[in-house]
């Protein structure tokens, strides 16, 4: 092998080898000038056509597709630990807000040593599922406070039923329990009709809940939590924070009492 085609194929992997790393940075843009220039190089150096060598890095690509793939691992973990320490930050700086919002309904505990807070749509059907969640680790954990926070996200009706929901709260916290229950698990569509319904049956005086859902603060705590939301990278329902881990979705009793015993562990 002669001392050209040597030189072409060192320069081939600090292309890729740029290529690569540009990407784990999150820079694909950063990735394509490294590469154009290290192809640029190798093409000078070794008196290669350029279009050869993009050749040798297709058919090299071709033939180890894994390569890719391995490069999007790499990427997406990378992004989930800057994402899991941008959470830890904000989880920092926002406790209270997340922990003990005076707008956020309790179960459980309420002096609880350990908190897991639940972001939540009153018509999102994984919630509807996942409040079994909530009541096993309740019933299981003596010491285990669980914050309900109002994240209406799928539609109007959600966002009315949660004014009706904050309103409840405000004027008869002591119920409200029964009152998530009542509205999260029935059958239907929660609209503020049938969360209006559900305060009614629960003792709850229309015309004062009425004129209590048009306090100001509610909006305002609402819109609170979508920045809280956005800064924790929190899109979708439910999302849970435990301790100092924001949990993404659904995923069950085992998973959410494996991270409460984790929560546990550092306290």
């Given at each position: 092998?002669?001392?050209?085609?040597?030189?072409?194929?060192a320069?081939?992997?600090?292309?890729?080898?740029?290529?690569?790393?540009?990407?784990v940075?999150?820079?694909?843009?950063?990735?394509?000038?490294?590469?154009?220039?290290?192809?640029?190089?190798?093409?000078?150096?070794?008196?290669?056509?350029?279009?050869?060598?993009?050749?040798?890095?297709?058919?090299?690509?071709?033939?180890?597709?894994?390569?890719?793939?391995?490069?999007?691992?790499?990427?997406?973990?990378?992004?989930?630990?800057?994402?899991?320490?941008?959470?830890?930050?904000?989880?920092?700086?926002?406790?209270?807000?997340?922990?003990?919002?005076?707008?956020?309904?309790?179960?459980?505990?309420?002096?609880?040593?350990?908190?897991?807070?639940?972001?939540?749509?009153?018509?999102?059907?994984?919630?509807?599922?996942?409040?079994?969640?909530m009541?096993?680790?309740?019933?299981?954990?003596?010491?285990?406070?669980?914050?309900?926070?109002?994240?209406?996200i799928?539609?109007?009706?959600?966002?009315?039923?949660?004014?009706?929901?904050?309103?409840?709260?405000?004027?008869?916290?002591?119920?409200?329990?029964?009152?998530?229950?009542?509205?999260?698990?029935?059958?239907?569509?929660?609209?503020?009709?049938?969360?209006?319904?559900?305060?009614?049956?629960?003792?709850?005086?229309?015309?004062?809940?009425?004129?209590?859902?048009?306090?100001?603060?509610?909006?305002?705590?609402?819109?609170?939590?979508?920045?809280?939301?956005?800064?924790?990278?929190?899109?979708?329902?439910?999302?849970?924070?435990?301790?100092?881990?924001?949990?993404?979705?659904?995923?069950g009793?085992?998973?959410?009492?494996?991270?409460?015993?984790?929560?546990?562990?550092?306290?």
């Open positions: 092998m002669n001392k050209a085609i040597l030189l072409g194929s320069g081939v992997a600090v292309a890729l080898g740029m290529l690569a790393f540009g990407f940075a999150g820079s694909p843009q950063a990735a394509k000038a490294d590469t154009t220039q290290a192809i640029q190089v190798a093409s000078t150096d070794s008196k290669i056509d350029r279009k050869e060598v993009e050749g040798i890095i297709r058919d090299y690509l071709l033939r180890n597709p894994e390569v890719l793939l391995e490069v999007q691992d790499a990427l997406e973990a990378k992004q989930k630990e800057e994402q899991r320490l941008a959470a830890l930050g904000v989880i920092k700086n926002a406790k209270d807000e997340i922990f003990n919002s005076t707008f956020d309904g309790v179960v459980g505990n309420p002096k609880g040593k350990v908190t897991i807070v639940e972001f939540y749509d009153y018509n999102c059907g994984f919630c509807k599922r996942a409040i079994e969640d009541k096993a680790l309740t019933k299981a954990d003596p010491d285990l406070r669980f914050v309900l926070k109002e994240f209406p799928l539609s109007p009706d959600s966002q009315k039923a949660s004014v009706v929901s904050m309103a409840f709260h405000l004027m008869m916290p002591e119920k409200y329990g029964e009152f998530h229950t009542a509205l999260l698990g029935g059958q239907g569509r929660a609209t503020e009709s049938t969360a209006m319904k559900v305060a009614l049956s629960l003792g709850a005086d229309e015309a004062k809940l009425r004129e209590k859902m048009k306090d100001p603060s509610i909006n305002e705590a609402l819109s609170r939590t979508y920045d809280l939301a956005t800064k924790l990278s929190i899109t979708g329902t439910p999302s849970y924070v435990v301790g100092n881990e924001v949990v993404f979705g659904a995923l009793q085992q998973v959410l009492a494996e991270k409460i015993e984790q929560a546990k562990s550092a306290l």
